[in-house]
């Protein structure tokens, strides 16, 4: 199967998969300082992680230092540049071309990329090594669910060292289109855009944009390019009514996308480079007491997802596989994800775009406060907004998780700054969407607040979020996950209240070796808790939405819907039943509409997905 392209907001016609078979060696005690020291004993399946069965080494030590070697066979051309990628590398990585040292990159959940040109051999055979060091025990780095011990325990699992995502090349012109972003702006019924271009020489310049949904020309402008960048607010015609401008929206029930062609021209109108993207026009905010789409209040329906397979880990075996996990969470009736302790591939986000899937983006967590762990875990940040603030489907970022990385928020004025300077700074970067500063408790400044709580008995969700009058108590006395829900700096909490964490039903044959905050002995027990809690949920009128524990079992915690490959625990008609039909009882035409409705979602499903295959 062809492999997507890695970087789907910028795409060009040629690039070319290093994923394959890589030389390999354990560093154990850093003994070696460059490649010509390494000492050559494996052979490994990249971009898999070596913790994984799919790598072929499946080593699950402790190992600081990881080395890779690849040969390959590429000539120069012409004036060409050639650009080495790397999707991700866990934690600190060092290359080499051909001898030649190209940088270090820091931070295992972004990309980075080398212009390799001026290493290449003439013979047209080059040599590529990386050496990527990840310290297991270094709590003071972004490292999201991977563990510090040696096996895994509790909520956290095998570590992702090294390289564990896609690795590839890319040739450009002398002249090339390095980056773009998108903003839409709903209610000035523009997008607008930011283009960056490379270039050696101090050319006059153009960028020739076009921009379409379907078979509908919306926009063919030329842009002249001043000190290597563009921006511009591109002004759509606006089709009036709302019949008509639902069409041209994005949202989980019609994630219309909008494609655009981009030409960088040279003084004389000749081409020098071309790259396709995407983009989409749509809105996302709270108001009062709501989270809004489009300026109309949404529940949010989301599931958690750790975003792991058992063969491979964090890695997805292929593209089939995040095109289909974004198939089964819509399928279950799920408009909207989770993304637990990751900051998931672009391709997951690139059908998430496509197949209408709302997306909360949540920074993996350092477990240490320190300055050190301050500068890392901000550093990072700031690069996975750059990267993916484009994305119709990311609807909110997620700084923090459950105070990881800030243990004593209550009590330490620097930690409760920091959380609001991380808050600020995701506003600051991009203003277009809410911010949860610490999601599931102890908010000092966000959008929407996120509560966490495991409580299994449904009678009890219901009495705690059942009226509006139990706000008060539920903000100032309750504490679901054993702490406040909010500190004092918070002000004023008139804000959407999201269970952004409950459930976590268990049901597995094996009960000694798995985990979960409650547990069923059948399927059909399963089915009957899952309907009755999210019944709970869907009932009160105090939450602007819910985020179910949890998409699929992940290692020893089977709290999933599906199992670990996949395969669905329940009925996924049921699923969605719970998440979409009436919450009150119903009756033969009830069902019947609801059935219909299934029918609808599931053909909806099967069209956007053979449009873009």
């Given amino acids: 199967m062809p492999e997507g392209y890695p970087r789907p907001l910028l795409r060009r016609k040629e690039w070319q998969s290093l994923n394959g078979s890589w030389s390999f060696a354990l560093d154990d005690v850093k003994a070696w300082e460059n490649p010509g020291q390494v000492a050559w004993t494996d052979e490994i399946e990249v971009p898999f992680a070596p913790e994984t069965p799919r790598s072929g080494i499946e080593y699950r030590g402790f190992c600081p230092v990881f080395w890779y070697k690849r040969q390959i066979e590429l000539r120069r051309r012409g004036d060409e540049r050639v650009l ?52 297991p025990h270094d709590l003071a780095k972004p490292r999201g669910k991977q563990d510090w011990k040696l096996d895994a325990h509790a909520i956290w699992y095998p570590r992702t060292s090294g390289i564990w995502r896609t690795v590839w090349l890319e040739r450009v012109p002398a002249a090339y289109i390095h980056s773009l972003r998108w903003t839409p702006n709903l209610e000035r019924w523009e997008i607008g855009l930011e283009v960056h271009v490379e270039s050696e020489e101090n050319l006059a310049l153009q960028i020739e944009l076009d921009l379409s949904a379907g078979d509908m020309a919306l926009a063919h402008d030329r842009y002249s390019v001043i000190q290597g960048e563009v921006y511009r607010r591109i002004s759509l015609s606006d089709p009036g009514i709302d019949d008509f401008r639902n069409e041209l929206l994005w949202g989980p029930d019609h994630p219309t996308l909008i494609d655009a062609s981009l030409r960088l021209l040279d003084e004389d ?252 002995r059948t399927p059909e027990e399963l089915v009957s808790h899952f309907q009755k809690l999210v019944r709970a949920v869907r009932a009160s009128p105090l939450l602007a939405g819910y985020c179910y524990t949890q998409f699929t079992d992940t290692y020893q915690e089977a709290n999933g819907l599906l199992y670990a490959d996949r395969t669905p625990k329940i009925p996924l008609a049921e699923i969605a039943a719970a998440n979409m039909g009436p919450i009150e009882p119903r009756d033969e035409l009830i069902d019947s509409v609801w059935r219909g409705r299934l029918m609808d979602l599931q053909l909806h499903i099967q069209r956007l997905t053979s449009e873009h295959s």
């Fill in 84 to 135: 080495l990628h790397f999707e991700g590398v866990d934690y600190r990585a060092t290359v080499w071309v051909n001898g030649n040292i190209m940088g270090t990159n820091e931070g295992g959940y972004v990309p980075f990329t080398f212009d390799i040109t001026g290493s290449l051999n003439e013979s047209g055979s080059q040599e590529i090594v990386v050496r990527a060091e990840d310290d």
């Fill in 269 to 520: 109108g000749h081409v020098l480079d071309e790259v396709s993207s995407y983009t989409a026009l749509r809105s996302i905010g709270v108001q009062g007491n709501r989270f809004v789409l489009n300026g109309r209040p949404v529940p949010l329906r989301m599931v958690l997802d750790q975003g792991f397979w058992p063969e491979t880990g964090a890695t997805p075996p292929d593209d089939d596989a995040l095109r289909a996990d974004v198939m089964l969470v819509k399928q279950m009736g799920f408009n909207g994800v989770r993304k637990h302790q990751k900051i998931e591939d672009r391709r997951y986000l690139f059908w998430a775009d496509v197949l209408g899937l709302m997306v909360w983006s949540e920074m993996p967590s350092a477990y240490r406060y320190t300055h050190r762990s301050v500068r890392r875990l901000t550093t990072e940040w700031m690069s996975v907004i750059e990267r993916d603030k484009s994305h119709p489907c990311i609807v909110a970022w997620v700084p923090f998780n459950e105070s990881w990385g800030v243990p004593d928020l209550p009590d330490s004025p620097s930690q409760r700054h920091y959380v609001q300077a991380l808050y600020h700074l995701t506003k600051t970067l991009d203003p277009s969407r809410p911010v949860i500063g610490n999601d599931g408790w102890e908010s000092v400044a966000t959008d929407i607040i996120g509560i966490h709580d495991y409580e299994s008995d449904p009678a009890l969700i219901s009495e705690r979020y059942g009226d509006e009058h139990s706000e008060n108590r539920l903000l100032t006395r309750e504490r679901p996950g054993g702490r406040l829900l909010v500190l004092s700096e918070m002000g004023s909490t008139d804000r959407p209240l999201v269970l952004s964490e409950f459930g976590g039903i268990c049901y597995a044959e094996d009960v000694n070796a798995t985990w979960g905050y409650s547990r069923c």
